[in-house]
Nanobody
Framework: QVQLVESGGGLVQAGGSLRLSCEASGFAVRLKTMGWYRQAPGKQRELVATITRAGSINYADSVKGRFSLSRDNAKNTLYLEMNSLKPEDTAVYYC?????WGQGTQVTVSS
């Protein structure tokens, strides 16, 4: 049974940092393409970053140079390190594999 559990969200001032975690079960993160997405109020869910089975990582232009996606195979966990946060980064952040989604974790950036 595939399960994704996000954590690490919170309230932070602009310019601050947060580290999100996505603990996976039911499959091995190293064997699948996975991604982080976010959805701001009143907006569609958008891609933040993805990592392929081979470890190739891609970022949305809006987060390049500020966010960093990583994977810990031993812990079967995906991470999203977010630096230089902006108010426009405020959203619920979701972890994804195949058609499965976690419950999301709220990130709020105050100006």
């Amino acid at each position: 049974q595939v399960q994704l559990v996000e954590s690490g969200g919170g309230l932070v001032q602009a310019g601050g940092s947060l580290r999100l975690s996505c603990e996976a079960s039911g499959f091995a993160v190293r064997l699948k393409t996975m991604g982080w997405y976010r959805q701001a109020p009143g907006k569609q869910r958008e891609l933040v970053a993805t990592i392929t089975r081979a470890g190739s990582i891609n970022y949305a232009d809006s987060v390049k140079g500020r966010f960093s996606l990583s994977r810990d195979n031993a812990k079967n966990t995906l991470y999203l390190e977010m630096n230089s946060l902006k108010p426009e980064d405020t959203a619920v952040y979701y972890c994804n594999v195949w058609s499965y989604w976690g419950q999301g974790t709220q990130v709020t950036v105050s100006s």
